[in-house]
């Protein structure tokens, strides 16, 4: 089973967002690039501008589109599909996160991603 998830790289003031998953959240304790699955009928930015406000209670802008990330977990194949984004209104916070914290893109390899995520976050060092 492919399934599709957008997720948002968040700059500002020249830090990246990463967001902690909660323990109700399967893989809880892993950090990843906030977003979600793909809805039917829904395009990739409407889901992404969605998720977050939903995740974050901000509204963002979507700048770009990075290269699709590709995962196989023992249960599922994961496409990651990640924007670079900036924040349009409000201020980030965790609402299904357990944290959420600002990464300069030095120390973006120091927390424990998803393993999804570690090749996004090695593309953004030299991004
Ligand atoms: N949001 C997000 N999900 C990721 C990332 N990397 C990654 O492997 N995933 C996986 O992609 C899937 C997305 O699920 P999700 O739980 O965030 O999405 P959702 O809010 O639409 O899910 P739900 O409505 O079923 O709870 C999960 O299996 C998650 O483990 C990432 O950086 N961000």
Not at 105 to 127: C, M, N
Request: glycine share 4%; charged share 25%.
């Amino acid at each position: 089973m492919i399934i599709k998830v957008t997720c948002a790289i968040i700059f500002h003031n020249n830090k990246i967002l990463a967001a902690k998953r909660s323990n109700s959240m399967p893989h809880s304790g892993y950090w990843e690039f906030p977003g979600g699955k793909i809805e039917e009928n829904e395009s990739p930015e409407d889901c992404l501008i969605r998720e977050i406000n939903e995740e974050l209670d901000c509204l963002i802008e979507i700048k770009e589109q990075l290269p699709l990330f590709t995962h196989q977990f023992s249960d599922k194949h994961i496409e990651l599909q990640p924007y670079i984004c900036a924040i349009k209104s409000g201020t980030p916070r965790a609402v299904e996160h357990s944290e959420i914290k600002w990464l300069a893109k030095t120390d973006l390899l120091k927390i424990q991603w998803l393993p999804a995520d570690v090749d996004i976050a090695k593309f953004l060092q030299s991004f």
